[in-house]
């Protein structure tokens, strides 16, 4: 990999002089760049090759001790050119198979002396040490250290950690021997072998267990890595079932083309319908969306007029249950790793709706123990569903399950399958999870609350039984002020800016340190226009405006036209929204609702609560601030990789609930209020250290005698803490 400058210079060169090249280059970057977590795409293309040559001359050696005319091979040297040696892996593919690995791919031949002379002086080590002869065991090392290498190389985001794979595939499959499996976006590969290697320590014959397990990916180089992972020596001359195809392309009648390497005989199958599909499903940003806008659209199409359809911002990963459920044998099951996300937005719970419709979603499985996938922040959950059958249409209930253990310490086979015989059967009988079996109808009732998901894998039944009303019929909720340039809306100290255009802001929950507080960072809010700002000598305003008057957004875009809004000035915000109370959209490992006191103005991190007239302000804030709803805010998002609770102002204007206030008397209320003033006069603490507080737990009493409530103080404690103790996991 010493090469990469070199190879990715050569590439800009060529790339500049052939529009051909270009333009492959280009759309290879718009398709996959995601995937590869890197910005330079000559980089990551020249990385790509140079693995792409490694994989065929090292792979060409191992099959040479299984056939001979991959000896070829042996024939390449340095006098023989980059183009000539793809001719050879050319014909090598079309007679002996294992086209995935020997064909050619954008750019490879574009090699300076240098880099080529590398490869070929390993081509003679291969030669040398004629790893043709090497035994088997040995050569499976060798396979599945090529594997990690290009993986961490080039794949570095999102590869499934082989224990989660293998957990995956022990709950998809039914029977083992037969059951045709298929992993549509296999990447790398390992969640197939899994797969493969299942079947092979169950006794399943090779050309059975070959036949049986599927891995597709549109990326040609992921394809060529999971050739890699899934061949074994002793399968060499079994055709595998690799595929590069679309995901979204696939139906039961797609032809999958595969060449024996025996006969080097090109064959097809029927994609057909498979018992199950396990898959580590794309990891899409927003941005990568547009290439996969016919597809989409497309899906979107087919999913029943009478629901709520996907929203904008739903993840491609949702979308790919409803495009796989046609290659699914009724009662099949379907396994996936997605984002956690889908536990606390808008797009979860109509891609939840969507489920349901299909599925019978069996387990949503996630990490107690830290983050599954420790080279990337996002926190993922295992879902596993079942084709609905029609005619029988049972529903049951949904286990959620909090893996307690982290991967490592499941990694032999027999730890996986003790740990998928607990969930198959809802039984835990060690420490490694807890399970919580839900039934629809219970779930259907929490949903009211925005509490469907996320909460259910602690208990929360208490909930239900709890005197509650909307926030919403006191408080109107919306969005912190949202100007689009901090920078200018929001000056740092020294800014010198006159007064009179300075207003006090609250900014970022790190600015809270108690239940009350007061707006003290700056904004700046002018309404005035340039010239009546130069009339008066306020320099101070105007060289501030000045400053940002020829500035461009991340975008390149003028902040001029950027910032424009009707009947405003570019520069202008105004601060008459006042909010009584604010959550921050993004809590920590404190939980809380703030009073603003005296109400003002709030930013954009902050959900802001405006009180309607004759409310009650302090009662609210006070119930606001009980465990319970510390509880029900909690259980309303999702937690992200660095353990930041993501909650939008929109979930807390539909789902968000309190006890509720119209029950109390005068005195009832002022016994709440007496109780939480000492919270007021101290600083916030963490949760787990709040909980700890005796003003703190004299309040929450206080609150349940006051409601006459039945649940125990103490149940509420541990269920809060057993759920942030979730999300707070994902920082490991
Ligand atoms: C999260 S990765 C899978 C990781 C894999 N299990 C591993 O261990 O490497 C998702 C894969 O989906 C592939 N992919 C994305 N969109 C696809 C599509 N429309 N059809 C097929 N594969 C797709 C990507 O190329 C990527 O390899």
Same mark, same amino acid.
């Given at each position: 990999?010493?090469?990469?400058?070199?190879?990715?210079?050569?590439?800009?060169?060529?790339?500049?002089?052939?529009?051909?090249?270009?333009?492959?280059?280009?759309?290879?970057?718009?398709? +996959?760049?995601?995937?590869?977590?890197?910005?330079?795409?000559?980089?990551?293309?020249?990385?790509?090759?140079?693995?792409?040559?490694?994989?065929?001359?090292?792979?060409?050696?191992?099959?040479?001790?299984?056939?001979?005319?991959?000896?070829?091979?042996?024939?390449?040297?340095?006098? %023989?050119?980059?183009?000539?040696?793809?001719?050879?892996?050319?014909?090598?593919?079309?007679?002996?198979?294992?086209?995935?690995?020997?064909?050619?791919?954008? *750019?490879?031949? @574009?090699?300076?002396?240098?880099?080529?002379?590398? &490869?070929?002086?390993?081509?003679?080590?291969?030669?040398?040490?004629?790893?043709?002869?090497?035994?088997?065991?040995?050569?499976?090392?060798?396979?599945?250290?090529?594997?990690?290498?290009?993986?961490?190389?080039?794949?570095?985001?999102?590869?499934?950690?082989?224990?989660?794979?293998?957990?995956?595939?022990?709950?998809?499959?039914?029977?083992?021997?037969?059951?045709?499996?298929? /992993?549509?976006?296999?990447?790398? *590969?390992?969640?197939?072998?899994?797969?493969?290697?299942?079947?092979?320590?169950?006794?399943?014959?090779?050309?059975?267990?070959?036949?049986?397990?599927?891995?597709?990916?549109?990326?040609?180089?992921? &394809?060529?890595?999971?050739?890699?992972?899934? =061949?074994?020596?002793?399968?060499?001359?079994?055709?595998?079932?690799?595929?590069?195809?679309?995901?979204?392309?696939?139906?039961?009648?797609?032809?999958?083309?595969?060449?024996?390497?025996?006969?080097?005989?090109?064959?097809?199958?029927?994609?057909?319908?498979?018992?199950?599909?396990?898959?580590?499903?794309?990891?899409? $940003?927003?941005?990568?969306?547009?290439?996969?806008?016919?597809?989409?659209?497309?899906?979107?199409?087919?999913?029943?007029?009478?629901?709520?359809?996907?929203?904008?911002?739903?993840?491609?990963?949702?979308?790919?249950?409803? =495009?796989?459920?046609?290659?699914?044998?009724?009662?099949?099951?379907?396994?996936?790793?997605?984002?956690?996300?889908?536990?606390?937005?808008?797009?979860?719970?109509?891609?939840?709706?969507?489920?349901?419709?299909?599925?019978?979603?069996?387990?949503?499985?996630?990490?107690?123990?830290?983050?599954?996938?420790?080279?990337?922040?996002?926190?993922?959950?295992?879902?596993?569903?079942?084709?609905?059958?029609?005619?029988?249409?049972?529903?049951?209930?949904? /286990?959620?399950?909090?893996?307690?253990?982290?991967?490592?310490?499941?990694?032999?086979?027999?730890?996986?399958? &003790?740990?998928?015989?607990?969930?198959?059967?809802?039984?835990?009988?060690?420490?490694?999870? =807890?399970?919580?079996?839900?039934?629809?109808?219970?779930?259907?009732?929490?949903?009211? +609350?925005?509490?469907?998901? %996320?909460?259910?894998?602690?208990?929360?039944?208490?909930?239900?039984?709890?005197?509650?009303?909307?926030?919403?019929?006191?408080?109107? @909720?919306?969005?912190?002020?949202?100007? *689009?340039?901090?920078?200018?809306?929001?000056?740092?100290?020294?800014?010198?800016?006159?007064?009179?255009?300075?207003?006090?802001?609250?900014?970022?929950?790190?600015?809270?340190?108690?239940?009350?507080?007061?707006?003290?960072? /700056?904004? !700046?809010?002018?309404?005035?226009?340039?010239?009546?700002?130069?009339?008066?000598?306020? %320099?101070?305003?105007?060289?501030?405006?000045?400053? !940002?008057?020829?500035?461009?957004?991340?975008?390149?875009?003028?902040?001029?036209?950027?910032?424009?809004?009707?009947?405003?000035?570019?520069?202008?915000?105004?601060?008459?929204?006042?909010?009584?109370?604010?959550?921050?959209?993004?809590?920590?490992?404190?939980?809380?609702?703030?009073?603003?006191?005296?109400?003002?103005?709030?930013?954009?991190?902050?959900?802001?609560?405006?009180?309607?007239?004759?409310?009650?302000?302090?009662?609210?804030?006070?119930?606001?601030?009980?465990?319970?709803?510390? !509880?029900?805010?909690?259980?309303?998002?999702?937690?992200?990789?660095?353990?930041?609770?993501?909650?939008?102002?929109?979930?807390?204007?539909?789902?968000?609930?309190?006890?509720?206030?119209?029950?109390?008397?005068?005195?009832?209320?002022?016994?709440?209020? =007496?109780?939480? $003033?000492?919270?007021?006069?101290?600083?916030?603490?963490?949760?787990?250290?709040?909980?700890?507080?005796?003003?703190?737990?004299?309040?929450?009493?206080?609150?349940? /005698?006051?409601?006459?409530?039945?649940? %125990?103080?103490?149940?509420?404690?541990?269920?809060?803490?057993?759920?942030?103790?979730?999300?707070?996991?994902?920082?490991?």
């Amino acid at each position: 990999m010493q090469n990469t400058d070199h190879v990715a210079e050569a590439l800009q060169v060529v790339e500049r002089q052939d529009a051909h090249l270009r333009a492959e280059i280009t759309l290879w970057w718009n398709r +996959y760049g995601a995937e590869y977590g890197g910005t330079d795409r000559h980089k990551i293309l020249a990385q790509a090759n140079i693995s792409n040559w490694i994989g065929k001359f090292l792979f060409a050696h191992i099959l040479q001790s299984k056939d001979s005319r991959a000896q070829a091979v042996s024939h390449i040297t340095t006098a %023989t050119t980059p183009t000539e040696a793809l001719d050879i892996f050319d014909r090598l593919s079309q007679d002996c198979n294992f086209w995935t690995i020997f064909s050619g791919s954008i *750019g490879l031949d @574009i090699l300076p002396a240098q880099a080529w002379d590398q &490869i070929q002086q390993f081509n003679k080590l291969l030669t040398n040490i004629n790893i043709g002869a090497i035994e088997q065991s040995q050569l499976s090392g060798i396979l599945e250290a090529t594997v990690e290498v290009a993986v961490r190389k080039l794949r570095g985001q999102y590869p499934t950690p082989p224990t989660l794979a293998s957990l995956l595939v022990e709950l998809c499959l039914n029977d083992i021997a037969s059951d045709r499996i298929l /992993d549509p976006c296999c990447g790398s *590969g390992t969640i197939p072998r899994a797969a493969l290697e299942r079947k092979l320590s169950a006794g399943v014959a090779p050309e059975q267990a070959a036949a049986s397990v599927f891995a597709g990916d549109r990326d040609h180089q992921a &394809i060529q890595i999971a050739t890699f992972a899934m =061949t074994k020596p002793d399968l060499m001359d079994i055709p595998l079932r690799i595929f590069p195809k679309d995901a979204f392309s696939l139906t039961p009648d797609t032809k999958l083309q595969f060449r024996h390497p025996k006969t080097g005989v090109l064959f097809s199958e029927q994609a057909g319908q498979f018992d199950a599909i396990a898959s580590n499903l794309p990891f899409v $940003a927003q941005e990568g969306r547009k290439q996969y806008g016919d597809a989409i659209a497309q899906v979107a199409s087919s999913l029943p007029s009478n629901m709520p359809g996907l929203p904008k911002k739903a993840d491609i990963a949702a979308y790919l249950p409803f =495009t796989l459920h046609s290659l699914l044998v009724e009662g099949g099951r379907l396994g996936i790793i997605i984002t956690n996300a889908w536990l606390g937005t808008a797009w979860g719970d109509a891609f939840y709706a969507l489920l349901n419709h299909y599925y019978d979603l069996k387990y949503v499985i996630t990490s107690g123990a830290g983050r599954w996938f420790q080279t990337s922040k996002v926190v993922v959950n295992l879902l596993i569903m079942e084709k609905k059958d029609n005619a029988k249409n049972v529903e049951t209930a949904i /286990d959620f399950i909090v893996l307690k253990r982290p991967l490592e310490e499941l990694s032999d086979a027999e730890a996986i399958r &003790i740990a998928a015989s607990q969930i198959q059967l809802g039984q835990t009988q060690d420490e490694t999870m =807890t399970i919580r079996s839900v039934s629809r109808d219970t779930i259907e009732r929490f949903r009211a +609350y925005g509490l469907g998901r %996320t909460a259910q894998f602690v208990d929360c039944d208490w909930v239900l039984d709890l005197p509650l009303v909307p926030v919403r019929n006191f408080f109107d @909720i919306r969005r912190g002020a949202r100007r *689009g340039w901090e920078k200018m809306f929001f000056p740092t100290k020294g800014h010198n800016i006159e007064s009179g255009y300075i207003r006090p802001v609250i900014r970022s929950s790190k600015e809270i340190t108690r239940y009350e507080t007061a707006a003290n960072s /700056d904004a !700046f809010c002018c309404s005035r226009s340039l010239d009546a700002l130069e009339r008066d000598g306020h %320099t101070g305003a105007l060289n501030w405006i000045r400053r !940002f008057q020829n500035g461009v957004n991340e975008k390149g875009k003028p902040l001029v036209e950027s910032l424009a809004t009707k009947g405003m000035y570019w520069y202008e915000m105004s601060a008459d929204a006042l909010a009584d109370l604010v959550m921050p959209i993004d809590f920590g490992d404190r939980l809380f609702v703030a009073r603003l006191s005296p109400p003002d103005f709030a930013g954009q991190r902050f959900t802001c609560f405006d009180a309607r007239n004759g409310i009650d302000v302090s009662l609210c804030h006070a119930l606001l601030n009980s465990a319970i709803s510390l !509880f029900m805010i909690e259980g309303m998002g999702f937690g992200r990789g660095e353990g930041v609770l993501d909650l939008s102002k929109d979930r807390i204007e539909n789902f968000m609930h309190i006890l509720n206030p119209t029950l109390l008397n005068a005195a009832q209320a002022e016994r709440i209020k =007496t109780a939480f $003033a000492p919270l007021l006069q101290r600083d916030l603490r963490e949760v787990a250290d709040e909980l700890e507080e005796s003003d703190r737990q004299h309040f929450d009493d206080t609150v349940f /005698d006051v409601f006459g409530l039945d649940v %125990t103080r103490e149940r509420v404690y541990e269920s809060l803490i057993s759920l942030i103790g979730i999300r707070q996991a994902a920082k490991q």
